[in-house]
């Protein structure tokens, strides 16, 4: 039975649950990246791993700079790995048995961390080998939910994912503060061994949802592949086989397969030209790793340590603030990216970050914040506002893009190529930045301002916006030679008058209302062979 109606289509319950569950791997990156800013301030923590000038005297423990870059960092070296193998997982296994496993390994890597005694080095290690874990769940999350969901609700779907990663550093951040007074190693080892939960909810709660439809589809899986979209529609299993929304969408799963599968594809065809391959393989690398360079994950990761230096007393609180901040608004921006598209919110968006970063750089380089209360005021204020724009537009939108941009025979490759470039950068940030805000301090947030500027060009003039389309027509769009990314907006198919044509015409064939003359997004997979298929033809 449908939970509610979206332009008059059904939309079931299993869609919403999917989607959550499955966001439970963001939770799981979100907890991980908000806790190591705290634990690497927690007393016990220092007296154990850091370099002490006397053993066991707290005041002469500090990190140096390579080992504090390389307990942070050596997370997103793990998660660059798993992005790369969590795509010919998650086509092998199928995308829930892919995160169940997923799930495992990063629960080694959390008991590599809590057995940690004195040795850094096997910390650093234990969260190497959680970051397979995390990596892999972030190449195989988000195109489940693009393939599962509903297309009305595609994006919102998709954004939870990011949501969950705000909620995940909310709640490490909460947990840390309420850890921090256990004595001895309860305070760190709390919060890391917590981090046993979050892959026990998803890698067993995910066996209950169904397998995406496309995948089965793509495996000759068609009964299942029917009850699985039957259960996103809140159609009941019995009415599976008869349908007509079902078949239709089962048809279209299977045309679009057919169509692709003509030619096998490797990791070489996400960088073929034919197609848009490379364009788009390069488009997502790009958009993720500039989803980086915002700046974002230099106050997630160092943002304890950023506002003790700027006279705060207590930074595990403001750390609170600034998740509650991040998790808030991104409740905001599954909104913004729903009703406003891809394109707009993401310039928007670069915009605003790039203002307050100027704000925040510029402060804490005119005077000291540590003997001026009203700079370092200001400059969390504006790291807020920061933090603001980025969960209402970058933060989900990249997310939101990954899944739905490449066409189904490589999507797991390029989302996978994509992801990993995340992880790259998110690498180099977090094993450099000790270095270069010791070099340049605030001044970094310059470099983080220009950036976010350039993020905001690139998607000008080469993102194509996709919102409103299914998967097969984003496909047709960036094939279709007469259609640039500055007018992509108002893109529809060859036989449709304009983009609210072919959605109006969709939710007539959803609704088995007849078609008007010339509709038919399916004719692409009709006609392999001719230009129209090819994504050649001019539209009408």
């Not at 005694?117 to 990596?135: N, P």
């Not at 297309?151 to 921090?180: E, K, M, W």
């Not at 901040?325 to 970050?353: A, D, H, S």
Request: with cysteine; charged share 15%.
């Amino acid at each position: 039975m449908a939970l509610f109606y979206v332009d008059g289509l059904p939309i079931g319950w299993i869609s919403i649950m999917l989607a959550i569950l499955a966001s439970m791997g963001g939770f799981i990156f979100g907890y991980d990246t908000g806790q190591i800013s705290d634990i690497l301030l927690m007393e016990d923590f220092k007296l154990r791993f850091a370099q002490c000038g006397t053993p066991g005297v707290l005041d002469t423990c500090k990190f140096s700079t390579v080992r504090e870059g390389l307990i942070v960092a050596l997370l997103s070296i793990g998660t660059l790995v798993g992005a790369l193998i969590g795509a010919p997982t998650a086509d092998f296994l199928g995308r829930r048995y892919a995160m169940v496993v997923e799930c495992v390994v990063f629960m080694i890597g959390v008991i590599i961390q809590i057995t940690s005694f004195h040795s850094w080095v096997q910390f650093a290690i234990g969260r190497l080998v959680s970051g397979l874990g995390v990596g892999s769940l972030s190449a195989a999350v988000p195109m489940y939910q693009a393939e599962t969901a509903p297309p009305q609700i595609r994006g919102t779907l998709t954004a939870t994912y990011q949501l969950f990663i705000t909620f995940g550093i909310l709640v490490a951040y909460c947990i840390s503060i309420g850890a921090r007074e256990i004595s001895g190693s309860g305070s760190w080892r709390t919060v890391v061994g917590i981090g046993l939960v979050w892959p026990l909810i998803l890698g067993i709660g995910i066996l209950f949802m169904p397998e995406s439809p496309r995948w089965l589809t793509a495996r000759g899986r068609h009964p299942e592949a029917r009850r699985a979209i039957a259960a996103t529609r809140g159609i009941p299993v019995e009415e599976a086989e008869t349908h007509f929304f079902v078949h239709r969408e089962l048809d279209e799963m299977k045309s679009a397969i057919d169509f692709e599968s003509k030619v096998k594809a490797g990791w070489l065809d996400c960088f073929k030209p034919e197609r848009m391959q490379l364009y788009r393989t390069l488009l997502g690398m790009t958009l993720q790793m500039f989803q980086q360079l915002t700046g974002a994950n230099y106050f997630f990761y160092y943002g304890a340590t950023i506002f003790t230096s700027v006279g705060i007393e207590d930074s595990f609180v403001t750390q609170i603030i600034l998740g509650a901040v991040n998790f808030g608004c991104t409740f905001g921006g599954m909104y913004v990216m729903e009703k406003f598209g891809r394109r707009m919110p993401l310039i928007i968006g670069g915009v605003w970050q790039s203002i307050w970063l100027f704000v925040f750089a510029a402060a804490g380089t005119a005077k000291d914040p540590t003997t001026d209360e009203g700079i370092g005021k200001l400059m969390i204020v504006s790291a807020c506002l920061f933090i603001l724009g980025y969960a209402m537009t970058w933060a989900p939108g990249v997310w939101i893009l990954i899944g739905e941009t490449f066409p189904t025979r490589t999507r797991a490759r390029q989302a996978a190529l994509s992801t990993a470039s995340n992880w790259l950068w998110n690498f180099l940030l977090a094993f450099f930045t000790p270095f270069i805000v010791s070099a340049i301090n605030y001044q970094y947030g310059f470099v983080f301002a220009a950036c976010n500027l350039t993020g905001a060009v690139i998607v000008y003039f080469f993102l194509y916006e996709s919102s409103d389309l299914s998967l097969e027509s984003v496909d047709m769009m960036y094939c279709d030679p007469t259609c640039k990314p500055w007018t992509s907006r108002t893109w529809a198919p060859a036989g449709f008058n304009s983009r609210q044509d072919l959605i109006e015409q969709g939710r007539a064939a959803e609704m088995h209302k007849p078609l008007e003359a010339g509709g038919g997004e399916e004719s692409r997979f009709e006609k392999a062979g001719s230009p129209v298929a090819d994504g050649a033809a001019p539209r009408a």
